[in-house]
Nanobody, 124 residues
Framework: QVQLVESGGGLVQAGGSVRLSCAASGRTFSRYAMGWFRQAPGKEREFVAGISWSGGREYYGDSAKGRFTISRDNAKNLVYLQMNSLEPEDTAVYYC?????????????????WGQGTQVTVSL
């Protein structure tokens, strides 16, 4: 069992940066690949970034490439999403999720555990 709690969201101006954190409980955290998704009102949940259990492999959705960076600290049971050059279109609730290693990290059905989400709002 893994419980996930996101933090770090808020209101930011366009062009600014935000770092989201995801705190995981459970001693098996390091066995899971992790992902970040986002969901804007009226839209489907969208893959943002994923990272392997070791942190050695990273994956990004098209909207995140070149602007966002995912990382993890297994010693602290934390996963991060550094978001730079934010745009109003990045406004959404951001979720972290945990998946068993070896699955397709870009699809929601691959994930076993989800956090409650943190709101990020980007203003002009």
């Amino acid at each position: 069992q893994v419980q996930l709690v996101e933090s770090g969201g808020g209101l930011v101006q366009a062009g600014g940066s935000v770092r989201l954190s995801c705190a995981a409980s459970g001693r098996t955290f390091s066995r899971y690949a992790m992902g970040w998704f986002r969901q804007a009102p009226g839209k489907e949940r969208e893959f943002v970034a994923g990272i392997s259990w070791s942190g050695g492999r990273e994956y990004y959705g098209d909207s995140a490439k070149g602007r966002f960076t995912i990382s993890r600290d297994n010693a602290k049971n934390l996963v991060y999403l550094q978001m730079n050059s934010l745009e109003p279109e990045d406004t959404a609730v951001y979720y972290c999720a945990a998946a068993k290693e070896g699955v397709n990290l870009k699809t929601t059905i691959s994930y076993d555990y989800w956090g409650q989400g943190t709101q990020v709002t980007v203003s002009l």
